[in-house]
């Protein structure tokens, strides 16, 4: 049974950074991508960023480019995010998503309908 593992969430002060971590766990096979959405308080969930599992290639939300990087790690079957330059908005749960076949490149389009989730990390930004 596929698991995803997340770590890394916590408080951090307005301006700083943050790195998250997602582990594929549980399979023999890799997903196709792996990436982030986010929820805020009182706020529809939103796109992060993805990557593509075989290519690298990375996508990311246009409001957060610049800020925020994905990367991945193909023999720990692991994920990155660094967000540097936090702002309280961005504040919310963190939820690792991961796919075993839709192209990473589609994943910022609504609805988020992803085969594997994590449970969700906080991130606290304060001011």
């Known amino acids: 049974q596929v698991q995803l593992v997340e770590s890394g969430g916590g408080v951090v002060q307005a301006g700083g950074s943050l790195r998250l971590s997602c582990a594929f766990t549980?399979?023999?096979?890799?997903?196709?991508?792996m990436g982030w959405l986010r929820q805020a308080p009182g706020k529809e969930r939103e796109f992060v960023a993805a990557?593509?599992?075989?290519?690298?290639?990375?996508y990311y939300a246009h409001s957060l480019r610049g800020r925020v990087t994905i990367a991945r790690d193909n023999a720990q079957n692991t994920a990155y995010l660094r967000m540097d330059n936090l702002k309280p908005e961005d504040t919310a749960v963190y939820y690792c998503?991961?796919?075993?076949?839709?192209?990473?490149?589609?994943?910022?389009?609504?609805?988020?309908?992803?085969?594997?989730w994590g449970p969700g990390t906080q991130v606290t930004v304060s001011s």
């Open positions: 998503i991961a796919d075993k076949g839709l192209n990473a490149a589609v994943w910022g389009i609504p609805p988020y309908d992803f085969d594997f």
């Open positions: 549980g399979r023999t096979f890799s997903p196709s991508g």
């Open positions: 990557i593509d599992w075989s290519g690298g290639n990375t």
